[in-house]
């Protein structure tokens, strides 16, 4: 009995040490999943730009551990490229979505993201359209209970350790087109910096140049890459490295690539794909 009493006593000594270590590593293992970012692919370090392949026309997604913004979101029919991007990365919150201007290829999509994310803030330029679309967005914007805000004067947003993203809203009361009406965004991350144009035209591009906000290292091309001479003048003046047109494979025109290519910038267009811009602020990468 002794004998045998004795054996039994050793075997729990040796399960109790077993039950232990499991239940610490079961432990350890929620707390990871606890800490882990609740928006954005936790394998993300510093700034992603994704300038999405939504046809001819905009949405770019910027993101910043847990911070997530939208620059525009397509048409309804390109929502599903929104969505899978955005799916991909585990993103269930939005915190800035930025409408450049109000044409359907531009508001399109906030409808369905509004049904499928909690969006914190809305911006977009203070003006109206007389259209389906527009009315949907409104209408959308109601059921949802948000307000947007009307961009007037120039403002940021940070994205933290000092880095920003510049808004310059339309200076003018009113244009003849809507795309002048677009907010142009500067976003600059330690060494690197974007400039994103909107459907800026003409008139909205002279403001911009007279504002002179400096050298950047990527230019997103306005209006979907439509051939503009003032168009020189912007990229003379910003000297990018890299330009990306976001536009359909039928829209592109000759000029814009012959353009592009007399200034020696390596341009990416997103009918061949979307285009992922990565940077930690020192180093620099793309992905298409």
Do not use: W
């Not at 310059?168 to 002048?180: G, V």
């Not at 976003?187 to 910096?193: I, R």
């Not at 997103?220 to 359909?248: F, M, N, R, W």
């Amino acid at each position: 009995m002794i004998a045998n009493t004795e054996v039994h006593v050793s075997r729990r000594k040796q399960i109790i040490p077993i039950i232990l270590v499991v239940a610490i590593l079961v432990i350890f293992s929620i707390f990871l999943l606890r800490k882990a970012p609740k928006t954005v692919d936790s394998e993300e370090i510093g700034l992603t730009v994704a300038f999405l392949n939504v046809g001819k026309a905009d949405c770019i997604v910027l993101t910043v551990d847990d911070f997530v913004m939208l620059v525009d979101t397509g048409t309804a029919d390109s929502y599903s490229v929104v969505s899978d991007y955005l799916a991909e990365r585990g993103v269930t919150e939005i915190d800035y979505v930025l409408l450049t201007h109000l044409d359907q290829d531009h508001i399109g999509g906030v409808p369905s993201l509004l049904n499928d994310y909690t969006v914190q803030n809305m911006i977009q330029p203070d003006y109206v359209k007389d259209n389906d679309t527009y009315e949907a967005y409104v209408e959308a914007l109601a059921a949802h209970d948000i307000t947007p805000v009307y961009l007037k004067q120039e403002g940021d947003i940070s994205l933290g350790d000092g880095n920003t993203i510049h808004l310059y809203p339309p200076e003018a009361e009113e244009y003849e087109q809507s795309n002048d009406y677009s907010i142009v965004s500067a976003v600059y991350y330690g060494d690197y910096s974007f400039l994103l144009m909107g459907d800026a035209e003409k008139e909205r591009m002279q403001e911009i140049l007279d504002q002179n906000p400096g050298v950047f290292t990527v230019l997103k091309i306005p209006h979907h890459g439509d051939y503009k001479s003032i168009l020189e003048q912007l990229i003379s003046l910003t000297a990018p490295q890299y330009c990306v047109v976001s536009t359909s494979a039928d829209n592109l025109e000759e000029k814009m690539t012959e353009c592009l290519d007399y200034f020696a910038v390596t341009a990416y267009y997103t009918f061949n794909g979307t285009v992922i811009m990565k940077t930690d602020g020192t180093t620099f990468s793309v992905i298409q």
